[in-house]
């Protein structure tokens, strides 16, 4: 797969190519990352790439389908975005993009929705979303792009694969004593139980793929430690239980925002 226009994300790249060339793309993809790291680059070289008619890799970026992409004006491309500035994807939304999907595409093979922000949808607008990415024709292709996968509901990633991008040039490995001043940080919150200063710490989990097994690891002990000391440590206790099983979840390469997004929902929604 010809990826060459999305900047960095060197690792994902060869992912998706690999992928490509052993069983094919997916039809459903989330595109997560913060703003810049090229959700929507990607979300572009994927449509493209669904609908190339060129030869050799894809997209061949020279072909009429191509060149539709890159424009934006391909008709079997549809862009579903806020339906008033600031608000988030609607049911109604959703409904309309259903009943447009058992349309059969225009020109192409397939037909591709861009979901933007599909994280902020709300459940009825997911759980209709959810309906579509498993029961959808079979030319139709989804795309979901999120600031944080962490939004969206667990039936609906189950569905789709997940592309977490990284912003460009900060996929190096922290200096060990940042990562010692982020354990702080994230021990801190769990034990003080401050869900918003856990997101926040979370989100600087963001993009260090790399050496995410490793924060985790200093993270637990760190919690063991803290609990041995502490008056009150059931809820230290369950946090360590929790960054115990998020490190397997790490080693078989779930996104830093994935992970964080259960850290919170582990230890906020139960309470
Ligand atoms: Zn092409």
């Not at 009943?99 to 209709?128: C, F, T």
């Not at 997940?162 to 702080?184: F, I, N, T």
């Not at 360590?240 to 964080?260: D, F, H, I, Y």
């Amino acid at each position: 797969m010809n990826l060459s226009a999305l900047k960095g994300n060197e690792k994902l790249k060869d992912q998706l190519s690999r992928q490509e060339g052993e069983r094919g793309l997916s039809h459903a993809y989330i595109l997560s990352g913060p703003p810049g790291s090229g959700k929507h680059a990607l979300a572009r070289l994927l449509a493209a790439a669904m609908l190339c008619t060129g030869q050799g890799e894809k997209p061949c970026g020279r072909c009429g389908p191509c060149i539709k992409v890159e424009r934006a004006v391909h008709p079997d491309v549809s862009v579903i975005s806020d339906p008033e500035t600031g608000k988030p994807i609607t049911v109604d939304q959703v409904r309309q993009l259903r009943a447009d999907a058992y349309i059969r595409p225009n020109e192409g093979e397939r037909k591709v929705y861009l979901l933007e922000e599909a994280d902020r949808m709300n459940p009825s607008a997911q759980n209709a979303m959810l309906k579509l990415l498993e029961e959808g024709p079979p030319y139709a292709a989804f795309l979901l792009i999120a600031g944080s996968s962490g939004g969206l509901l667990q039936t609906v990633r189950s569905r789709c694969e997940e592309l977490a991008l990284s912003p460009v040039g900060r996929e190096e490995v922290l200096p060990d004593p940042e990562r010692q001043a982020l354990v702080q940080k994230l021990a801190d919150a769990l034990e003080r139980s401050e869900e918003l200063e856990l997101m926040e710490a979370a989100l600087s989990m963001e993009g260090k793929r790399e050496e995410l097994s490793a924060l985790l690891d200093d993270l637990w002990m760190e919690l063991g430690s803290r609990a041995v000391r502490a008056g009150d440590r059931r809820r230290l206790l369950r946090a360590a239980e929790l960054v115990k099983q998020l490190r397997g979840a790490a080693r078989l390469n779930v996104s830093a925002g994935q992970l964080s997004g259960w850290l919170c929902a582990g230890m906020f929604e139960a309470t």
